[in-house]
């Protein structure tokens, strides 16, 4: 080990969150210590009373609530600054200075740098058709969509950020403190120094604390120290180093397993974590993939752009010697291939995105999270809270060997009947919200998780349990701990003036520890046939799904143990064993409703749904198929049918079955081999009884073959899982803070329908977004094109520099955002998902959209071009090798009648041309839109619902009109007005694009051929 | 050693990372798939043929579309007509011998006229001008339409539905291609047509009213001598040096063979062998050594006169050495 005390595991799952104090490297070690010099004030040393004396508190009963509030004004909330900071200038700059921006910079400089030498060289010679002015007129209007997208992108992103930001504000975590003697659920946010907080696990410490009791207490201290071991935590003062001793807590760390009471020392920046996260304010969020892809292929068509770009200028320049116009083309040619309008529009759709998916209440951390959600090819559930309606109701009582429903109560007399009450009653730690407690009981809020809930409202209602825990108080308790299963209380009865100890726990895990069982009559000894019989009422139970949790008692001897007899839970100085059985409750936690319908259509979008829980196998089983994520017999059901038990199930019919449950303890035996064997063997499988190491391992097998895998979870437990999984969804509602931290979604109504709706807007994302890219470049072909038939065929230019820039920033822009409210494809939950390696723009998109959708978009243009040309007289054939005369002022040009065109009349023609030839691109980019609409669905089912869409087509359509006949336009943009008919020249090749790709899709729809799929679906 | 390969063959091996290069180069021929560009020879060949069948079948309907289309047009007639044209219903006069192509900006005549090659030069470019006029009669390289010229008058009567005008350019003596178009002689002559507009109708000055304030003397009175005779019916032509000095340094002008365009060529309906008709402007003694600005003007009721837009007018430069 290279240093004794920061020791790292290198298999720490959680790993440090942040760099290790140590890991900031010595220049910053002098800074730390100058720290930690501060925070030597000995919070740790001072016993319960100074510290009641120096934070004017009072362990018992807490603040007031008035000095709290004083408190809060005077030192502010409970929070870290953000480190934010100046961000908002980052994203401003990223908006004017991003790539495509600086093309563009370069694209308006070479204008400027144009004009200025056009009008020192001479006003009047051949400068490829572009008089000095108009540099100057295009430079200005470059750096105007420079600046007006860029403001626009920064706006939205902003925005963006806005919503993104509202995460922490609207799951803000919670802290339990005690005020006015009473409990209190406050934002932690609103925690002073000097609050009583209680915390327990599956919490997040809400400030720096020090603990005053606490019984099996572990926080992780990893994003602190880099130490992945857990802390033990301690009342007492264990080592001068306040980081190191065991009785103080510190902000933000994760508590693992149970309980502890302490006080506040240290709030929002002060706490040792505020003070380090001070250090770090440098470190940059890094790029989420989906980011990562588009700066890529920004990166790559700015690249294109500029290779043919400067391809052109050479070109020109050796073929004409005329650099100006060298520089023309060269523009031309950037202009028409960066699509200027791309951010601005991948932008709004994100921020619609993240706007949609909070409206279904679903909160995602990134919007990457989201797009891998629609790539998830399989959800292991958790099945309490997000399958069943957590809700736990208590549906049967079992005492005496006989099973009672919830609603009979005629046997409250009954010894075994009472006593069960009473330890159900007793062994709770869930409490009522002091603030609810004037509601009626149904509706009164419970501290507490869903079991207990479930009993201590059944009991509420039903035996007054409140009144019973006040009068027999706690004396000590063993929280439940997964590692054990049980949780040990034991109260000062009333009645008999002893101690009790009642162990809760799975039934079949504590009658090991029993020795005896109540009966009405009197104790048995628990022997292995009444042993049988007990288990064999506890599967009866779990078989109806129902969760079973038994009760067992001993009454401890007064001799042994006397009034004011210290408990010590961790040295455990009472025994656990040789116990009676009392009884058992089981409860239910009912299916959400409908969620069968979600899980149906999981597997219609070829999603696996794995229920994986740590109930009974049976209870799982029934609750799997009342859920649909088994529909086929299992091995269980045979077991069943034939009256023997499973492992007597014959192994030639056990391999029959499609469908298995797989509990822990089999999991257990089982190599990374024989998992793998049995998720591609079966297509069903439930896992029960799984312990969080097991579930990680689940998950990680799962991901080795090759899937995409989505975790839900709310517990402490589920985090390692939550983390390893490729897209992690915590509940908003019953989910603990450490596994919101980890996840990287909120269900923030804790349904499993949302994910179902996440996954659908995830794909409906990446597919708008690929639809809007798609859209986006086909109009490249059409704008580069003109260019290369003026350089290389001489003929007139049929697009303007200006032109191609109304397109892209002016004519686009609406119709692209609008794809991105187009609704998912009706059989968007009927495909597989998406592999991950298809990207979202791939090879197939760039050659749809440049080769085949741009170029009949080329053909439409040139159609319109040479009809207006040909209703002038100047037909094809008059049109090539024209250049050189066509741009000079006093030559004059033939038409194909003969007639002499002077300067002015043919750069009217030309204008009408180009005129027509933007129109064309205007309509056609029309069609384009309509056939991206959809990339596997029929137009015709699809419908024309986006009215977004529609709208922007009329706009797009007003647009075009408007260029082509307001006079102002023909003055900024040279235009020329076109007769009536002439402005509908392009609509044939719009029925064209759209019957082809109707075509095209319908030969991918219908499998007819796979090679058209793989070449033209993108 | 051989059970050992066999059970290394059994796991798998992610693929090697490879070097940026290592990948464009397997990129560009994969030898293990037989890829080439990413795509073996079938596939490729499937694509280009996709290619070339969907450009063909797109080329196939942008040349019907056109193809119908011009089912409207008449090759022969444009659409768009005098007033609803670009091109408008206003004519304007074109110059010959015009300066070379190389220099395009310039309209100046510069010649020696004891130097034979410039003589010759200038000579050259007329007859290449004035080629689809000589052409008439039967015989190899004929200029289509030539057999439809017939000589007109202007006491000649209605042509035929085929007929056109002949311009007899041989009997604009001095101005022949014999002569060397008088370039010799230091009196240079200089070809004026009138640009064609479809089915346009010049509306002359035919008799004495009405005549424009601007209009020069000389040709008053020429209208004047004319005025009523069925040769009044003309779109005239004037040729004038712009500025004092030119005026002065111009000399003698004459038109040949009269002093305008005869309204019988007109309209012009693109009838095969339609030849604009020319007037040849001698001018007879300009100053030799200095350059001349010339500005020559047409002159009917419908010809609308504008210098900059270059409307019903022509300006060049005349320069004769001497030396």
Not at chain 1, 302 to 320: E, K, N, P, R, S
Not at chain 1, 598 to 627: E, N, Y
Not at chain 2, 48 to 76: C, E, H, S
Not at chain 2, 231 to 258: F, K, L, M
Request: charged residues 20%; aromatic residues 10%; hydrophobic residues 40%.
């Amino acid at each position: 080990m290279p240093h004794p005390t920061y020791r790292r595991s290198s298999t720490s799952l959680v790993g440090p969150r942040r760099p290790s104090l140590l890991a900031h490297g010595s220049v910053d070690i002098s800074e730390l210590n100058l720290l930690k010099e501060e925070t030597h004030t000995g919070d740790h040393f001072l016993t319960a009373a100074q510290l009641e004396t120096v934070y004017r508190t009072n362990i018992q009963t807490g603040l007031t609530d008035n000095f709290a509030k004083e408190l809060l004004v005077t030192y502010g909330p409970n929070a870290l600054k953000e480190l934010r900071g100046n961000s908002y200038w980052k994203i401003f700059r990223h908006n004017l200075f991003g790539w495509f921006q600086c093309v563009l910079w370069v694209g308006a400089i070479l204008n400027f740098i144009a004009f200025f030498f056009a009008s020192k060289i001479d006003a009047g010679s051949d400068s490829g058709g572009h008089s000095d002015k108009e540099y100057l007129y295009l430079g200005c209007v470059i750096i105007a969509t420079i600046v007006g997208t860029g403001v626009f992108g920064f706006y939205q992103e902003a925005k963006n950020m806005a919503v993104m930001s509202g995460f922490e504000k609207l799951v803000p975590p919670n802290a339990v403190v005690i005020r006015n003697g009473v409990k209190k659920i406050i934002p932690n946010i609103n925690v002073v120094i000097g609050d009583i907080v209680e915390m327990t696990g599956g919490e997040v410490v809400p400030a720096d604390v020090r603990i005053l009791s606490c019984s099996n207490f572990k926080t992780d201290m990893s994003s602190l120290t880099g130490e992945s071991e857990l802390v033990q935590h301690r009342p007492e003062c264990t080592h001068a180093n306040p980081l190191e001793s065991k009785n103080m807590a510190y902000f933000g760390c994760p508590i693992v397993e149970g309980s502890a009471k302490g006080v506040v020392v240290a709030i929002g920046e002060m706490t040792q974590i505020g003070k380090i996260a001070g250090l770090v304010t440098g470190l940059e969020k890094e790029e989420t993939p989906i980011a990562k892809e588009i700066t890529h292929f920004i990166k790559l068509i700015c690249g294109v752009a500029f290779v043919f770009g400067i391809t052109f200028f050479l070109m020109v320049y050796f073929i004409q010697k005329h650099w100006l116009s060298a520089l023309q083309y060269m523009l031309g040619i950037i202009l028409a291939n960066v699509p200027e309008g791309l951010i601005v529009t991948l932008t709004v759709c994100m921020t619609l995105s993240a706007k949609q998916l909070k409206k279904k209440n679903c909160l995602a951390k990134t919007l990457q999270a989201v797009e891998t959600l629609g790539s998830t090819s399989c959800i292991c559930s958790d099945k309490t809270g997000t399958l069943t309606e957590n809700q736990m109701s208590v549906s049967h009582l079992f005492c005496d060997f006989k099973i009672y429903d919830k609603s009979d109560h005629s046997h409250v007399s009954d010894p075994s009947y009472s006593s069960l009450c009473l330890a159900a009653s007793l062994n709770l730690k869930a409490v009522f919200v002091y603030d609810n407690m004037n509601l009626p009981v149904e509706k009164r809020k419970i501290l507490g998780d869903a079991s207990e809930s479930a009993i201590l409202r059944y009991m509420e209602i039903n035996r007054s349990a409140t009144q019973t825990r006040e009068e027999n108080p706690k004396e000590a308790e063993i929280p439940f701990s997964s590692a054990y299963k049980y949780q040990v209380t034991i109260h000062l009865m009333q009645a008999t003036q002893s101690y009790y100890l009642i162990m809760k726990g799975a039934p079949e895990i504590i009658i090991e520890y029993c020795t005896r069982v109540h009966s009405d009559e009197k104790e048995q000894p628990l022997t292995p046939q009444i042993k049988k019989e007990l288990k064999a009422n506890f599967i009866k139970l779990a078989n109806m799904g129902e969760r079973v949790i038994g009760y067992c008692d001993l009454k401890l001897p007064l001799s042994a143990y006397p009034i004011g007899y210290k408990f010590d839970t961790q040295q455990k100085n009472f025994p656990l064993e040789d116990l009676a059985f009392i009884g058992a409750i089981s409860m239910i936690d009912p299916p959400r409703q409908d969620i069968e319908k979600s899980i149906a259509l999981c597997r219609q979008a070829g999603i696996k749904v794995i229920m994986v829980t740590g109930d009974h196998p049976v209870t799982a089983l029934a609750i799997s198929r009342k859920c649909g994520t088994i529909t086929q017999p299992t091995a269980y059901d045979y077991a069943f049918e034939h009256h023997i038990e499973l492992a007597d199930v014959p192994p030639h019919i056990k391999s029959q079955f499609k469908a298995t449950v797989i509990t822990g303890d089999e999991l257990r035996k089982m190599s990374v081999n024989d998992l793998k064997a049995a998720q591609t063997k079966y297509t069903e499988i439930t896992f029960a009884r799984t312990s969080p190491q097991q579930k990680l391992f689940i998950v990680e097998t799962y991901q080795s073959l090759k899937h995409v895998v989505a975790v839900t979870g709310d517990g402490v437990n589920d985090s390692p899982a939550l983390k390893k999984a490729d897209i992690g969804i915590a509940m908003g509602i019953n989910g603990t803070e450490v596994s919101k931290q980890a996840a990287d979604m909120i269900l923030l109504d804790d349904n499993f329908a949302s994910i179902v709706l996440g996954i659908k807007e995830g794909r409906r994302i990446f597919d708008n977004l690929k639809k809007t890219i798609a859209y986006t470049l086909t109009s490249n072909t059409p704008e580069m094109m003109p260019f290369v038939l003026y350089a290389c065929l001489g003929m007139p230019l049929p697009l303007t520099l200006m032109l191609i820039l109304v397109i892209n920033v002016g004519t686009d822009l609406l119709p692209a955002m609008s794809l991105a409210y187009e609704d998912p494809e009706e059989d968007v939950m009927s495909i597989p998902p998406r592999k991950p390696t298809d990207h979202l723009v791939n090879r197939v998109l760039i050659f749809m959209a440049y080769f085949q959708v741009g170029l009949i978009q080329f053909f439409a243009g040139m159609y319109a071009y040479f009809i207006v040309y040909a209703q002038d007289g100047f037909f094809p054939s008059s049109l090539i090798f024209v250049r050189s005369e066509w741009e000079s002022k006093t030559k004059v040009v033939k038409d194909t009648l003969g007639r002499a065109w002077y300067y002015d009349d043919r750069k009217r023609v030309e204008k009408k041309a180009q005129t027509a030839y933007f129109v064309s691109v205007c309509w056609t980019q029309i069609s384009d839109v309509i056939i991206c609409k959809t990339r596997r669905i029929s137009l015709l089912k699809k419908g024309m619902r986006n009215h977004v869409l529609n709208v922007s087509i009329v706009i797009d359509l007003i647009a075009a009109v408007v260029a082509t006949y307001l006079p102002f336009c023909h003055e900024v943009f040279n235009t020329e007005p076109l007769s009536w008919h002439d402005f509908f020249l392009a609509v044939p090749f719009m029925v064209l694009m759209i019957v082809g790709d109707e075509i095209r899709r319908y030969l991918i729809r219908n499998n007819i051929s796979k090679w058209v799929e793989q070449e033209t679906y993108y | 050693m051989a059970d050992k390969t066999k059970v290394a063959e059994q796991y798998y091996a992610p693929p090697p990372d490879l070097g940026k290069w290592e990948a464009f180069r397997i990129f560009l021929y994969n030898s293990e798939t037989g890829q080439f560009l990413g795509r073996t020879g079938s596939s490729w060949a499937k694509i280009l043929l996709f290619y070339l069948i969907f450009y063909a079948a797109l080329v196939g309907f942008f040349a019907a579309m056109l193809a119908i289309f011009y089912q409207t047009l008449d090759a022969k007639m444009p659409k768009w007509q005098l007033d609803g044209s670009i091109i408008g219903s206003n004519p304007g006069l074109g110059f010959r011998p015009m300066p070379d192509s190389a220099n395009v900006e310039s309209t100046l005549i510069y010649y020696k006229a004891n130097d034979k090659g410039s003589v010759l030069k200038w000579a050259k470019v007329i007859d290449e001008f004035l080629e689809q006029y000589r052409k008439k009669g039967s015989g190899s390289g004929e200029a289509s339409g030539a057999e439809n010229r017939v000589p007109c008058s202007p006491t000649s009567g209605a042509l035929g539905e085929k007929q056109v005008c002949d311009v007899p350019i041989d009997e604009f003596h001095p101005c022949t291609a014999a002569n060397q178009y008088n370039y010799e002689a230091a009196g240079p002559c200089v070809f004026l047509k009138l640009n064609k507009i479809f089915n346009w109708q010049p509306k002359p000055y035919n008799n004495t009213e009405d005549l424009p304030g601007n209009m020069p003397e000389d040709l008053k009175s020429h209208i004047k001598m004319v005025s009523g005779k069925p040769e009044a019916n003309t779109v005239w032509v004037s040729c004038e040096g712009e500025n004092p000095a030119d005026v002065e340094n111009i000399g003698p002008v004459q038109y040949i063979p009269r002093r305008g365009f005869p309204s019988y060529y007109y309209p012009f309906t693109n009838k095969e062998g339609y030849l604009s008709p020319l007037v040849a402007v001698l001018f007879e003694k300009p100053r030799t050594g200095v350059l001349i600005n010339i500005e020559c003007k047409a002159w009917a009721k419908n010809i609308f006169y504008d210098r900059y837009e270059r409307r019903g007018s022509v300006h060049f430069e005349l320069m004769v050495d001497r030396s």
